[in-house]
């Protein structure tokens, strides 16, 4: 573990730690590292710089010359562990009082971090329990980052791709109908850039590690609104966001990972009847129907990622005991 100099107890710093979970990021981290470095107040109310490295390849985290500048905390793990586990990981060698999840992906603007730990804790009345900030796509535009609670139709509406065909029909997951120019409180916030008080966390057990990947935030946000907090988004501070960063290489396990997470999700938060519905149209629907527009549109490439990924899920089934948890 690469460890920086503890800041000086006079300085304004220890009012959050940021948890950042890394896996072959490339210089994507760097660049969020820099972007932190760009704005001093925002440093300034670090207590630590959490880096959790899930057994990169690629050299990500040697980050040796960030060390004298940030408060910096950096450890390796020998297998990847996951997402959701990483992050419980990093959030246990803190002790702030906030806690900020973010992506390597994500460059903060100036300011972003300070905002959401003010707004986080301007009014305890509120019960904020997590904050999100607007996130900007590399193109400028504002990102369509937050969303609705999943529900059994939703999740068969998208195997069925009826969210994009028949938008009246099923509204899709993300708020796309909002511009998210104001803040305002939401069902979920992405966890790209995702804010809380420590004591909320802790509440509420942190991530849930069964998500290995995708769907943490979604069942994170829905048992903080279940026990009586609220998320809000803040359009006062802003931040960009790449987006599947690390992911976008490997689609075929992408695929199987958001599956694999949306049937945990399901047998986590849905009736056996709605569980049921979604194990069918994830199974027997989407697939072929994936495999079918692939072809259709002459990629044989993308049909392969399809089968691949669906061959992970298959083999994976027994170990996800679905209705044990439904």
């Not at 710093?13 to 994507?28: A, Q, T």
């Not at 905002?115 to 009345?125: M, Q, T, W």
């Not at 529900?151 to 195997?159: C, D, E, F, H, K």
């Not at 909320?200 to 057990?205: M, Y």
Request: charged content about 20%; overall charge neutral; aromatic content about 8%.
């Amino acid at each position: 573990m690469i460890t920086s100099p503890q800041p000086d107890a006079s300085s304004k710093s220890g009012k959050l730690d940021i948890v950042i979970v890394n896996w072959n990021s490339g210089e994507r981290l760097r660049h969020c590292l820099d972007a932190l470095l760009a704005s001093p107040e925002d440093v300034a109310c670090i207590g630590k710089l959490i880096i959790v490295d899930n057994a990169s390849t690629d050299g990500s985290a040697e980050l040796h010359d960030f060390v004298d500048a940030l408060p910096l905390h950096i450890v390796s793990n020998q297998t990847n562990r996951g997402f959701a586990a990483a992050c419980n990981q990093g959030a246990a060698m803190g002790t702030a009082g906030a806690l900020l999840f973010m992506n390597p992906d994500v460059r903060i603007c100036p300011g972003a971090v300070t905002k959401s730990v003010d707004f986080v804790f301007a009014e305890p009345r509120a019960r904020v329990g997590a904050v999100g900030v607007k996130l900007i796509g590399d193109g400028g535009l504002t990102q369509r980052s937050c969303a609705r609670f999943p529900t059994s139709w939703r999740l068969v509406a998208q195997s069925l791709f009826l969210d994009r065909v028949a938008p009246a029909l099923v509204q899709p997951h993300f708020m796309l109908e909002w511009d998210h120019e104001t803040t305002r409180e939401v069902d979920q916030v992405m966890g790209a850039f995702l804010m809380m008080p420590r004591s909320v966390f802790e509440k509420i057990g942190g991530f849930d590690e069964r998500f290995f990947v995708y769907f943490e935030d979604v069942d994170l946000c829905l048992r903080l609104r279940q026990a009586g907090w609220s998320v809000m988004h803040m359009a006062e501070a802003k931040a960009i966001h790449e987006g599947q960063g690390t992911t976008r290489a490997i689609r075929d396990i992408r695929l199987f990972y958001s599956w694999r997470a949306r049937l945990l999700y399901a047998a986590k938060h849905f009736s056996r009847g709605g569980l049921l519905a979604c194990l069918l149209a994830t199974l027997l629907i989407e697939p072929p129907l994936r495999v079918v527009a692939a072809l259709a549109q002459g990629s044989g490439k993308e049909a392969r990622c399809v089968t691949s990924a669906y061959r992970l899920l298959l083999a994976a089934l027994p170990r996800l005991s679905l209705f044990r948890h439904a």
